[in-house]
């Protein structure tokens, strides 16, 4: 009933900038929260970013002052802008999100995955 679509991962050289997107679509009444994770090859998925329904926003040490979370609620988009890229930040990025398909009546809330995007750093 909801999908979530991941966009905009390559291929860019250290120090490069790329904004991934996640579309979220079906039946939704209200994204909670949305997230950010990663996993490089022989590693274990671990948390990038993450917003929050007040757009509080957390981030890993490692990614801090060099990546921005945000959302667009009107399009239940989110997105994450990934500035100053190293070698190790090549992963798969996987969007996730926390979404209420219910109604000002009743809460039906799901955690969904996207299918990952390939963000690759090298020269």
């Known amino acids: 009933q909801v999908q979530l679509v991941e966009s905009g991962g390559g291929l860019v050289q250290p120090g490069g900038s790329l904004r991934l997107s996640c579309a979220a679509s079906?039946?939704?009444?209200?994204?909670?929260?949305m997230g950010w994770y990663r996993q490089a090859p022989g590693k274990q998925r671990e948390l990038v970013a993450s917003?929050?329904?007040?757009?509080?926003?957390n981030y890993a040490d490692s990614v801090k002052g060099r990546f921005t979370i945000s959302r667009d609620n009107a399009k239940n988009t989110g997105y994450l802008q990934m500035n100053s890229l190293k070698p190790e930040d090549t992963a798969v990025y996987y969007c996730?999100?926390?979404?209420?398909?219910?109604?000002?009546?009743?809460?039906?809330?799901?955690?969904?995955w996207g299918q990952g995007t390939q963000v690759t750093v090298s020269s």
């Open positions: 996730n999100a926390e979404i209420d398909s219910g109604s000002a009546y009743y809460s039906a809330v799901n955690d969904y």
């Open positions: 917003i929050n329904i007040d757009d509080s926003t």
């Open positions: 079906g039946s939704i009444f209200r994204i909670n929260a």
